[in-house]
């Protein structure tokens, strides 16, 4: 999927990306995307919050979040962290639009 990420920006694409990342991951995606401006933003809730809404979207094996919880973020770098446990989908937006002055 990075490669086509990369292709896809590669061709002039301005692309937002969902993708959780395990240690050192990013690495790849900062390589395969030097040429462009690649901005990573963590989204972050309490475990508690995060499995509510796994409980909510019914579209997921029920312990996931559990699993991934302490390991989807170890490691990496971010270039902007966003606690999502109070603030709507809009709200997220909104700062990481100011936070890059998008």
């Given at each position: 999927m990075r490669q086509a990420v990369a292709a896809l920006?590669?061709?002039?694409?301005?692309?937002?990306?969902?993708?959780?990342?395990?240690s050192g991951e990013?690495?790849?995606?900062?390589?395969?995307?030097?040429?462009?401006?690649?901005r990573l933003v963590g989204l972050f809730a309490p475990l508690d919050v995060i499995e509510e809404r796994e409980h909510a979207r019914g579209d997921r094996p029920i312990g996931l979040a559990r699993w991934q919880f302490g390991r989807v973020h170890s490691?990496?770098?971010?270039?902007?962290?966003?606690?999502?446990?109070?603030?709507?989908?809009?709200q997220a937006a909104i700062t990481i639009r100011d936070a890059f002055d998008l």
């Open positions: 920006a590669d061709h002039g694409n301005d692309l937002i990306v969902d993708e959780a990342f395990w990013e690495h790849e995606g900062r390589r395969l995307l030097q040429n462009h401006r690649l490691g990496v770098e971010y270039d902007l962290k966003v606690d999502i446990s109070a603030a709507s989908a809009a």
